[in-house]
Structures are given as structure tokens and as C-alpha cells.
T-cell receptor, first 107, second 114 residues
């Protein structure tokens, strides 16, 4: 049973395209975390949000608590955005991780 | 910018041996975490640690595992008798104020059990 589902699993985009990665969760959450995992394996926290929308540079994250859904958008995508993007739902005192979306941005 | 550091970056160990993975969290952070990621699989929570004791642990974190903060800077994960299935990337993270704050991750230790 997967508490957190992400789509798509793999995504290839041309440089400059607008990208959306989706995350749905089945558990009640207090917050949702978006992470970026680089090809070398390192993990970087992008956003933590519990409602509404957050923006940082070309990245935008939104969450709809009622629909149990979050999206990560990347505007004007660039090859350096190529990475695995992971959402993690915080419920109680534990994170449930999605399987990640592997993004490749082609120049 | 302060960062979480993990050593070693790669550890190769014979099955049945004990292994200690080390982490230096960000200095003013109070909450510490270990995660693992088996190759090709999703990240899994292992344990969280606050005020010198475990605050949460997952089903994965059985008696083979232990965590310790032996001094004011290091945070360690020990696996007592390693098994082949312990081969994974282990990530340490820290946060200032618990689960509702962003976590800062280290680059991970790749553990290979032979």
C-alpha cells in the first residue's frame, strides 16, 4: 500500500518547457515536503508546505488539503533541473515518501 | 551556508560485521534523522532523535540498529550485524525545530554489504 503516489514516474522535457509533477496522498497530513535528489544521490529540500502555495525562483509548489494533492511546477526548465523530485507526506511524526519523478530536461 | 556532513561517503563491509555511519548535523539544529534508500527504491524513514533519545522509529529500525549522539557534534547510526539487505544509501538530516521545519540532508553514505 502506497500512502504517497507520484506522477509521472519519468518525464522528459525540452529546455524552456513548463513542468508539472503531481503528488497524491491517502493519509491525513500536517505538511508535505518536496525534495530534489541529484544524480549523485544528494538530497535537497525544496519546499515544506501545509497549505496554499510557495514560490522560490522558478519553482512553485501548491497543495490542496481537501483533495489530498500537491503539485510541483518548474517554469522555464533548464538542463540543470534534471533530477529526481520526491514528495514526502508528514503524518504524525513520520514521513511517507513517494517513489519520485525522474526529470530529464534536454537542451 | 552550514551543511550536514556524512562520513564515509562509501563503506564496504562484510556481512555480519558491525558498521557505524557518522553524521555531523548543522550545529544549532536540535532534531536529527536517519533515512535509507535501497538502490532503485524510495527513501524510507528510519529514526528521529531529539534531546538525546529516540523520538520516533519505523518498523525497519529493529534491534540491529542503534543511534547515538556521543558528543556535541556527531550523530551516529550503528548496524550491529549487517545483512546483505542492509546495502543502501543512508542519509542523515537535521532540523531546527522538529518535523514542521525543513530538514537539511547530508550527501549520504553508500553502504555495500558483501
Amino acid at each position: 500500500k502506497n500512502e504517497v503516489e507520484q506522477s509521472p514516474q519519468n518525464l522528459t522535457a525540452q529546455e524552456g518547457e513548463f513542468i508539472t509533477i503531481n503528488c497524491s496522498y491517502s493519509v491525513g497530513i500536517s505538511a508535505l515536503h518536496w525534495l530534489q535528489q541529484h544524480p549523485g544521490g544528494g538530497i535537497v529540500s525544496l519546499f515544506m508546505l501545509s497549505s496554499g502555495k510557495k514560490k522560490h525562483g522558478r519553482l512553485i509548489a501548491t497543495i490542496n488539503i481537501q483533495e489530498k494533492h500537491s503539485s510541483l511546477h518548474i517554469t522555464a526548465s533548464h538542463p540543470r533541473d534534471s533530477a529526481v523530485y520526491i514528495c514526502a507526506a508528514l503524518t504524525g511524526n513520520q514521513f511517507y515518501f513517494g517513489t519520485g519523478t525522474s526529470l530529464t530536461v534536454i537542451p | 551556508e552550514p551543511e550536514v556532513t556524512q562520513t564515509p561517503s562509501h563503506q564496504v563491509t562484510q556481512m555480519g560485521q558491525e558498521v557505524i555511519l557518522r553524521c555531523v548535523p548543522i550545529s544549532n539544529h536540535l532534531y536529527f534523522y536517519w533515512y535509507r534508500q535501497i538502490l532503485g527504491q524510495k527513501v524510507e524513514f528510519l529514526v528521529s532523535f531529539y534531546n538525546n533519545e529516540i523520538s520516533e522509529k519505523s518498523e525497519i529500525f529493529d534491534d540491529q540498529f542503534s543511534v547515538e549522539r556521543p558528543d556535541g557534534s556527531n550523530f551516529t547510526l550503528k548496524i550491529r550485524s549487517t545483512k546483505l539487505e542492509d546495502s543502501a544509501m543512508y542519509f542523515c538530516a537535521s532540523s531546527w525545530q522538529g518535523w514542521n521545519q525543513p530538514q537539511h540532508f547530508g550527501d549520504g553514505t553508500r553502504l555495500s554489504i558483501l
